[in-house]
């Protein structure tokens, strides 16, 4: 269960991907999500032509991970980031802190796109300021404090990528990428994680950020007790 946000103005978050993107509008405590989108389909969305209280642009980049605060050395960010994931010479890495989880977060938007910096600056918030582009586990953990229940599934997918958070009340478990080139490995992976950190997918819900087939949503319901757009 979500909790309540009716309070925050007009918001929209974009999740982008290497194929398109998708978003979330939150105003006056109404809820609209989109499906995924082409890239070709910008100028002609009309929500995207609209200013916002607020607005998020995410980029999903397997690029990223969490370290703890009491750990995190700014010098070593770098070598961090490539313990868990593969990075090129000129690729650029950033960081900064994620406060409710006590941890930074380490990430490269260098994944070969520049998709997320244009819709960035064509979709300013109320201000006439563009969002700083963050990674989408960013806001997957950001989302991990939003919700009531006491386990704590949220995912996204997209490019072949599960990016996934699990916990218990306000604990985090797991935050973690997974290489899974189609939605079955995604699935395997889920189920894998919840296994290893004993959690029941019948007592539980699942959210995901970015949207699923109907098809996709029907098999996550043959074993979890309900499937949520976060």
Same mark, same amino acid.
């Given at each position: 269960?979500?909790?309540?946000? $009716? ?7 974009? *999740? &982008? ?9 939150? =105003? ?10 082409? @890239? ?8 995207? *032509? $609209?200013?916002?209280?607020? &607005? ?15 750990? !995190? =050395? ?16 000129? =690729?650029?890495?950033?960081? /900064?802190? &994620? ?15 520049? /998709? ?8 300013? =918030? ?6 700083? &582009?963050?990674?989408? @586990?960013?806001? +997957? ?20 990528? +599960?990016?996934?958070?699990?916990? $218990?009340? *306000? ?11 189609? !939605?079955?490995?995604? *699935? ?5 994680? @919840? ?7 019948? @007592?539980?819900?699942?959210? /995901? ?14 074993? /979890? ?6």
């Amino acid at each position: 269960m979500l909790m309540n946000n $009716q309070d925050l103005g007009k918001r929209i978050s974009i *999740q &982008v991907s290497l194929n398109g993107y998708s978003f979330k509008i939150e =105003d006056g405590g109404k809820t609209s999500f989109s499906e995924w989108l082409p @890239m070709d389909r910008v100028f002609s969305v009309p929500e995207l *032509q $609209q200013r916002y209280d607020k &607005v998020t642009v995410s980029l999903l980049t397997p690029k990223t991970t969490l370290v703890p605060a009491s750990f !995190f =050395d700014p010098e070593k960010a770098r070598e961090a980031l490539s313990e868990v994931a593969r990075l090129d010479e000129g =690729d650029v890495v950033e960081h /900064f802190p &994620v406060p409710s989880l006590d941890a930074e977060i380490v990430y490269s938007l260098s994944i070969g796109e520049t /998709f997320s910096r244009s819709i960035s600056r064509m979709t300013p =918030d109320s201000s006439g300021i563009p969002s700083r &582009v963050v990674p989408e @586990m960013y806001c +997957l953990l950001e989302d991990f404090g939003k919700i009531s229940d006491y386990n704590r599934i949220l995912a996204s997918y997209g490019d072949s990528h +599960l990016y996934l958070v699990i916990g $218990q009340g *306000q604990n985090l478990l797991l935050s973690n990428v997974f290489d899974a080139p189609d !939605f079955v490995s995604a *699935q395997y992976f889920i189920f894998l994680a @919840m296994k290893k950190l004993q959690l029941n997918p019948a @007592m539980s819900a699942i959210y /995901f950020r970015t949207p699923l087939s109907r098809e996709e949503e029907l098999s996550l319901y043959r074993y /979890f007790n309900s499937v949520e757009r976060i």
